[in-house]
Structure formats: C-alpha cells, structure tokens
C-alpha cells in the first residue's frame, strides 16, 4: 500500500518540528546543567545546537550571519567541521 505524498509531507514536516522541539529542549536543559560540577552543560548544548542546525532553515541561516560577523569565535567549530568532512571522504 503506497503512502500519499500529502501524508509523507506531513510526516517529514512533524519529524522536522519534533527535532527542533527537541534541540532546543537539550540546550535548555544544558543551560540548567552549567552550574552543576563536571563539564556536562556544553557538550548538552552543543549536540542542541547540530540538531538545530541541521533541522532548521533559520537557525543555519543565523549560524552563517554569525560565522561571517565573528570568524575567530568560529575557528574551533571549523576545525571539526573539516575533520568530520576529511573522516567522510574517507570513508
């Protein structure tokens, strides 16, 4: 039985909105955790943001505006971002 693209839209569209509740849910919840001992707050917060990112039209669209504004704030990011891309091609 074949699915409607009308249903498939929906489907990707509501697994799009639970991803994004759901990078944004971890970032607060990293906010929360800072205080506490031990390093746990930004590595919440940073897997937050990559599935933000890689779900969210808008928050690529500030991360670019951001990158292109403040390029030494960036210089780790892109670091990792080359080695993963390096890791990919690899592969």
Avoid: Y
Wanted: charged fraction near 25%.
């Amino acid at each position: 039985m074949a699915r409607s693209t009308a249903a498939t839209l929906s489907l990707a569209r509501m697994r799009q909105i639970v991803l994004i509740g759901m990078g944004w849910t971890i970032i607060a919840v990293g906010f929360l955790v800072v205080p506490l001992p031990g390093p746990f707050g930004l590595p919440l917060m940073l897997v937050g943001g990559v599935i933000l990112l890689r779900n969210s039209d808008d928050a690529k669209r500030l991360f670019v505006r951001m990158k292109r504004r403040f390029p030494r704030l960036f210089v780790p990011v892109e670091r990792v971002r080359d080695r993963l891309r390096r890791r990919r091609r690899a592969v």
